[in-house]
């Protein structure tokens, strides 16, 4: 997949939160979609105490949600862990993993907010307007806003406010579990966004897409199975050894 050049990237909170604000507004918060065939999942996690950037990428066809193709990439850990900018911690090394993709996604569900974010520029909105790709931000947790109660039965969800502004969903995407924190990334409308999720989540609490990407990323035993994808997997950094599957 081409990568745009995301150089000079931010390396103090002051310098982060002026390219937040930045880059806001070029967030479309309206659907921009082609055919949607390929989704992609993106994580990252951290090896070395911290010090090292383990990205991973999976690449999924929509239509039986299968992975086609998948990347993982580890770069040197250039930001600090700050609540609310961890993207500049994580988006380099996620954009190195897509780098190395054979399969360029037509749609990026992120693991982290979009909108529901404090300067409305969470994760997905950043890897969103960086790639010109469309993007939504898929969190386990909330990270501001407030909610009315979600009914049980998936499918259901609440608006997601911050103040009078609807800032993403809280979607029941499995009955009797807890919530999905929705929001729009990049070229996408909310409602499309949870179609979108939900026809990623047809067993599990989480997207497909979220599962294998984690999976990847953390370096976890379990999970989804490999069926003959397309793969690049880089050598290991030293003293790291890699077991996926």
């Known amino acids: 997949m081409k990568i745009p050049p995301i150089q000079p990237w931010p390396t103090t909170a002051e310098a982060a939160i002026a390219k937040q604000r930045q880059l806001s507004t070029q967030v479309i918060t309206r659907d921009q979609l082609g055919q949607i065939q390929f989704i992609a999942g993106v994580d990252a996690g951290f090896v070395q105490d911290g010090t090292v950037t383990r990205a991973a990428v999976a690449v999924l066809n929509l239509s039986d949600l299968q992975l ?15 609540p609310g900018l ?10 190195e993993a897509l780098q190395q993709i054979t399969t360029a996604p037509d749609l990026i569900l992120c693991d982290g907010q979009g909108l529901a974010h404090p300067r409305r520029f969470g994760i997905a909105c950043h890897l969103g307007v960086l790639l010109d790709c469309p993007t ?4 386990k947790s909330r990270l501001i806003g407030t909610h009315n109660p979600v009914p049980d039965a998936k499918g259901h ?14 979607l029941r995407s499995r009955d009797r579990t807890n919530p999905l924190y929705v929001s729009i990334g990049h070229r996408i409308s909310l409602s499309t966004a949870i179609d979108y999720v939900l026809r990623c989540t047809p067993k599990y609490r989480l997207p497909e897409t979220t599962r294998w990407a984690d999976k990847l990323a953390s370096n976890r035993q379990g999970g989804p199975k490999l069926s003959n994808p397309q793969t690049t997997q880089p050598a290991n950094p030293p003293g790291e050894q890699m077991e996926l599957f």
């Open 68 to 82: 086609i193709d998948h990347a993982i990439a580890y770069l040197p850990t250039t930001f600090p862990y700050i």
């Open 86 to 95: 961890l993207s500049f911690r994580e988006v380099p090394a996620i954009m």
């Open 136 to 139: 939504i931000g898929v969190a």
């Open 157 to 170: 969800w609440s608006p997601l406010m911050d103040r009078t502004e609807t800032i993403g969903a809280v």
